[in-house]
């Protein structure tokens, strides 16, 4: 436990300005810096000075630890599907080499190939807890699967051949394995090593038949002869191998390739399935030609020709029933003249045919049926079907066909996931709260019998703090789940778009969307758990403000409409803007009007918007259900024919009742109470007289004044004292970020039909600069537009946050990866490119092929010198602290970040009693206030006297749509403060800011930077949260190069750097947040969500929380084939693989055809093995329970045989004394 004394710390810090030198904590070199957190040489003590206790920090590098827990979500491009019909356990394996495998809720288990290969095929070894994946490398795989983890036991590499079709029997430890050429290879599953029995191609066909049979596309022994091997092959021929005597029993030929063939349980018969959408049957006694050719869905021609060819069905499974006709269930086989129908499932039972359509392709489907033993009648009851983007289950017991309640969280992807938020620890009542309002909209219909697939074992385990994700998606919904213990359930979906009007196609009007797909999309959220407010921002520039109720209420929407446009003429339309004169002629006032109502109105088509939002919200009164409902709706307007910049950070406050919310040309505060516009102005007059880089527009200011509905701001520098001392700022970070070696001009002039890289909308290039308005810039223009004024850095990084609009690829390399297009992403920007069209269609393979392409999605035309001089607002923390040097008193605040790293301070004057805040408003100031960091402004914090954190102000939830007038009346309850430790906040408080490159610790009031540490030099932070640890606090960054970093708090010391996931994608970049307790999750697929851990008590407890996927199940017995099906059902004779396929007669297979790889499970493996004896064991001993039970009752039936017989023997000899002496004419 390590410990500072403050004391000793500001006795030597010199007096100098709070903006100084980064001091000793610079790192040199390489990727994270390797500064330590140290004090920093400026400033004075102050009030710091004041004697105080030492702060012990109790965490220490031993309580973290990086590692994976859970992935959550529907694999993404799945490929492969098997089913273990005893365990009940499914798996799925997919196109990035990952398998994943599921049984009942809460066994849900993630396993990666290291190679990425492809999974093509999979097999479970039935009931022994294995499974064997083949790989698009030409590589087998045996899983492990009796223990938590799964490992590779062992690999084989082939080397010569493809690998195209695996079959194992069941209860066999032969695998066999079909291969491109056309041979079949026998694979030792104990050994995974090769047998020397090889069936060639050339064998297998008749000798006078001259072209290749293509590959092997269906193996399978025969279920009246286990010796019997039922090769099909590609071009149509099927043979029937005779294992024993090595050489074919039958060969059948058909003019259509083979996609599939499935066998009858009685072994005599098997179908095969056609590229020309045919079904045939064949008959093992008349192999010449097929016993039956159906085409399902082809027309009947009426000249009785045969019936028109269909799609190919791409595999059927023939299943019997002993009480009804089989089933015969297969995919595709539609008709060609029907184009535009969906992909679809057919079900023949009998003469009735169903065909499921299905939203996706179909990947795989398989028939879950009673045994698992293929001679015996199958009794199927579901089908599991596989889709490119879904999983569903069919009901086969009802005629129906209805589909299974899918119990896992598969549907995350329903809409494309924009943006994540993860809260651990939260209040205990939310989340049955959340399931009570979000179980009233659960679909009906489904089949009422449980979920079929119920293998593996799973308990709570001793981690039970509540935990919520919200993910906001593209259409605009947002969906609360439960992620408490390691598990993800639904809660409750909001759909945001309800709130606007449906933008009618076709009406001839002018649009004001600034998107055209997607106007809904979801940028950020910003959620209060303990008030229950609820905040999301729209990739069309608005805010919605939610209040959550368990009542359902019909009102209208409130809504309001901000203009914030930075004030800056642009350089293309340099014609003057025809203003009204105002009377007041300030010339330093920013622009702010509070408009009620809607002011679509636009005279023209051509003419220019101003002042209309990109969206209309709904007039009339809108029912709101149960849940969360909007309280108010601001948005962004048009000014001038330019379209509102989109949100980069966001804040809400209950306790204030102020909504704040910035871009790259401004802030904005909105009181969501007296639902009234506060502040609106440009970040530069953020500033007034303390800018630090005296940024000089290129024409006049437009005089421009603002007005509120309850007062009139003052002129800017009544707020700000007179600042002698310029702040002292590193331009290091503003200079050393060069994207590449090309100056800013060239940069600026990317052409659009190499890269479609679109700045603004400008289609600007080196060789044709022109613009999108249809003006050309001359390059002395461009070199008069770049020109810095004096004093102002190079704004290499000014537009960091949200201005530029590049879109740029993103490749494995980290240091090729531009930082300014990741980071404009970062903060609020689209994740779809509105110059590429492709926002939401989400054409899977085309959304990934694009996914490392980024742009905003704006068309407007700003100009260069507009762009450089904006500076974008990153981050808003609202907070109850010291605004200003030396006050004596705390007082609400609103911090402020931008993405030039300067942190402002704006004082929030709130009306003393709950009576007047209703009415009188809240004033709103600078407070002149300015710090300093390099690099774009992430996140703050704020810290007690005693290290301990400080949660900002809420308001006690109360429902505002209560029926208990006393609930309505009840006043409102404000938790203004709530340290974690026990004393009072004190005269001293520590401030904790993170930027992209560096975090600082604050003394407030006095303002002395206690603690610098530079995080990093050649990268940069993309997200950074002060969280909770084991009743301590900690700094939790991410940086772009793939590092997950922790700090102490507030010495700054690190105390974990590990290289956990280079950034390769947006995706992960958006998506990834830490939060306590330890945890952060990130999108790690479009599909899915991927959950780590960084720390250490958490992985020690992680074997405990995940669930089994092997449990102690008998493997059902064969059923009695009787005496007669004994004898004339099949082969006498037993069939040894062990002495057919074994090295002692089928001798060694050659070398070079396949390599034997160890597994690298290493102790996970040992763990593995070690289960699997456990298990063994536990088999063992049931089976001896089970064998005891059945020995109980077999001696409980013998006595009652006995006692019956001798009950049988007293009446008989009873009879015989009764008519021994009796003559037979007696009788």
């Known amino acids: 436990m390590k410990k500072f004394n403050f004391r000793k710390v500001l006795d030597g810090l010199t007096a100098s300005s709070p903006g100084g030198s980064s001091g000793g904590g610079s790192s040199s070199g390489g990727g994270i810096g390797a500064g330590s957190g140290s004090v920093h040489p400026g400033g004075t003590a102050g009030a710091a000075g004041t004697p105080r206790d030492e702060i012990q920090e109790i965490l220490s590098s031993d309580y973290f630890q990086i590692c994976k827990t859970v992935r959550h979500g529907f694999p993404y491009l799945p490929t492969a599907l098997a089913f273990d019909p005893v365990q009940k356990i499914l798996a799925v394996g997919t196109r990035t080499g990952g398998i994943r495998i599921l049984g009942r809720p809460g066994v849900d288990c993630y396993c990666q190939h290291e190679s990425g290969a492809a999974v093509l095929q999979l097999q479970f070894l039935i009931n022994e807890g294995a499974l064997v ?48 050429r056309g041979n079949t290879h026998i694979v030792n599953i104990e050994s995974f090593i090769l047998s020397g ?133 297969f995919s595709g086989g539609l008709s060609y003249d029907k184009a535009c129908r969906r992909p679809s499932l057919t079900i023949m039972h009998g003469k009735a045919i169903t065909v499921l359509e299905m939203d996706h392709p179909i990947v795989d489907f398989l028939t879950l049926c009673e045994t698992p033993y293929p001679n015996e009648f199958q009794e199927p009851y579901a089908v599991v079907v596989l889709l490119e983007k879904d999983l569903i289950v069919v009901d086969l017991t009802q005629s129906n066909f209805p589909i299974f309640e899918n119990p896992y969280p598969i549907d995350i992807h329903e809409s494309p996931v924009t943006c994540t938020e993860y809260f651990a620890d939260c209040p205990p009542d939310l989340i049955p709260v959340l399931y009570s309002v979000g179980a009233k909209h659960k679909k009906q219909g489904y089949s009422n019998k449980e979920w079929p697939i119920s293998g593996g074992a799973w308990n709570l385990g001793t981690q039970t703090y509540p935990e919520i994700i919200i993910t906001g998606h593209a259409d605009g919904s947002i969906k609360f789940w439960d992620a408490s213990a390691i598990t993800l359930q639904m809660l409750y979906k909001l759909k945001t778009s309800k709130v606007f009007e449906k ?162 040309n401004g802030l904005a505060v909105v009181d969501f109470m007296q639902k009234t516009v506060l502040l609106s102005m440009g970040t530069i007059d953020l500033y007034g007289s303390s800018d630090p880089y005296q940024r000089q527009p290129r024409s006049p200011r437009k005089n421009k004044q603002f007005t509120t509905d309850n007062f009139c701001m003052r002129g800017l520098s009544n707020f700000y004292p007179d600042l002698t001392k310029r702040i002292r ?71 960091s946050a949200a201005c530029m609009e590049i879109s740029l690829p993103v490749t494995t390399e980290v240091g090729y ?7 404009q992403q970062l903060h609020g920007v689209s994740t779809f490119s509105h110059d590429e069209r492709h926002y939401a269609t989400y054409t899977w393979m085309d959304k990934e092929n694009r996914e490392n392409t980024f742009s905003r999605s704006r068309s407007s035309s700003v100009s260069s010198i507009d762009k450089e001089s904006k500076e974008a607002i990153t981050a808003l923390y609202f907070m109850e602290t010291f605004s200003r040097k030396n006050d004596s008193a705390v007082s609400p605040c609103l911090w402020v970040g931008t993405g030039l790293g300067m942190v402002l301070i704006i004082s929030l004057n709130l009306p003393a009693t709950e009576e007047l805040r209703q009415t009188e408003p809240v004033m709103v100031s600078p407070s002149g206030t300015v710090l300093t960091l390099k690099g774009a402004v992430l996140t703050f914090s704020c810290l007690d006297c005693m290290g301990a954190l400080i949660h900002p102000p809420y308001e006690v939830w109360r429902d ?115 939060t306590n307790e330890g945890q952060a999750l990130y999108l790690s697929s479009p599909t899915e969500i991927q959950r780590l851990t960084y720390s250490q008590e958490m992985c020690d407890n992680l074997q405990d929380m995940l669930g089994d996927l092997f449990t102690a199940v008998e493997t059902p017995e064969a059923q009695n084939r009787g005496f007669l099906k004994g004898l004339f059902g099949g082969s006498g004779q037993t069939f040894d693989r062990e002495e057919l396929f074994g090295e002692a007669s089928a001798g060694k297979a050659s070398r070079s055809l396949a390599q034997h790889i160890p597994g690298s499970g290493g102790i996970e493996g040992m763990k593995g093995a070690a289960g699997g004896v456990i298990g063994d064991l536990a088999r063992a001993r049931l089976a001896l329970d089970e064998r005891g039970q059945r020995l109980g009752e077999l001696d409980e039936k013998t006595a009652t045989m006995m006692a019956s017989a001798e009950a049988f023997s007293k009446h008989a000899h009873e009879l015989m004394l009764k008519y021994k002496d009796k003559k037979w004419y007696q009788f």
Request: proline share 7%; with cysteine.
């Open 503 to 664: 933008q009618k196609l076709g009406e001839g009007k002018p649009t004001a969307e600034i998107v055209e797909e997607d106007p809904f999309a979801i940028q950020m959220m910003y959620w209060c758990p303990e008030s229950r407010i609820f905040c999301v921002a729209g990739v069309s520039a608005y805010v919605i403000v939610y209040r959550f109720s368990k009542h359902e209420v019909n009102t209208e929407i409130v809504s309001l409409e901000v203009r914030l446009q930075y004030d800056i003429e642009d350089i293309i339309t340099p014609e003057p803007e025809i203003i009204p004169p105002f009377p007041d002629g300030s010339s330093q006032l920013p622009s702010l009007k509070s408009l009620s109502g809607s002011t679509n109105t636009v005279a023209c088509e051509g003419m220019m918007k101003d002042s209309i939002p990109c969206l209309s919200v709904k007039t009339r009164p809108v029912r709101m259900p149960p849940g969360y409902q909007p309280e108010l709706v601001i948005q962004l307007v048009w000014v001038d024919g330019e379209p509102p910049q989109q949100i980069t950070s966001l804040a809400v406050n209950s306790a204030y009742g102020l909504v704040a919310f910035g871009n790259c």
């Open 729 to 799: 700022t590193s331009y290091q970070s503003l200079t050393e970020l060069t994207d590449s070696p090309v100056s800013l001009e060239l940069e600026r002039c990317k052409s659009p039909t190499s890269g479609k890289d679109h700045v603004n909308g400008h289609c600007t290039s080196p060789t044709s600069q022109t613009c999108s308005s249809g003006k050309r810039l001359s390059s002395t223009d461009v070199t008069k537009s770049n020109r810095r004024g004096p004093g102002r850095p190079p704004f290499r990084k000014a537009q």
């Open 133 to 180: 994946s083949a790989s698009s490398d030409d590589t087998l795989h045996l899983w492990n699967l009796r223990q938590k983890r799964p490992a590779i036991l062992h690999s084989l590499k082939f080397n010569r051949e493809r690998i195209t079709y695996c079959h194992l029997p069941f209860q066999s430890k032969w695998l066999y394995v079909g291969t491109e």
């Open 960 to 1074: 505002p749509n209560s029926i208990d007038d006393s609930e309505k009346t009840r006043k409102r309850k404000l938790v203004m403060y709530s340290p974690s430790s026990s004393q009072d906040m004190g005269d001293h408080q520590f401030a904790v800011i993170c930027s992209e490159k560096q975090a600082k610790v604050f003394s407030l009031p006095s303002q002395t930077c206690l603690y610098v540490h530079n995080i990093t030099e050649t990268s940069f932070l993309l997200r950074a949260d002060v969280v909770t640890l084991c009743n301590s606090i900690c700094l939790a960054c991410f940086c772009a190069n793939g590092h997950i970093m922790t700090m102490s708090l507030p010495s700054l010391r690190p105390m974990l750097d590990v290289n956990y996931l280079p950034v390769t994608d947006m995706r992960i970049a958006r998506t990834f947040c830490f």
């Open 197 to 329: 029995y090889v069936i060639m191609w050339n064998k297998a066909i008749e000798l006078s038949t001259k072209t290749h049979p293509g590959p092997v596309v269906h193996l399978s022994d025969s279920p009246r002869d286990e010796g019997k091997l039922l090769i099909g092959y590609e071009n149509g021929t099927v043979v029937l191998w005779d294992l024993r005597s090595k050489r074919a029993d039958l060969r059948v030929y058909y003019d259509e390739a083979i996609h599939s063939v499935d066998w009858h349980h009685e072994g005599k018969q098997f179908m095969c399935s056609h590229s020309d959408g045919s079904l045939t049957l064949w008959n093992l006694k008349s192999p010449s030609r097929p016993f039956q050719i159906t085409i399902p869905h082809g027309k009947i021609q009426r000249d009785g020709k045969k019936p028109e060819s269909c799609k190919p069905i791409l595999k059927v499974e023939y299943k019997t029933c002993k009480s009804s006709e089989p089933f015969i269930i």
């Open 817 to 823: 990866i531009s930082r300014r297009a990741m980071l």
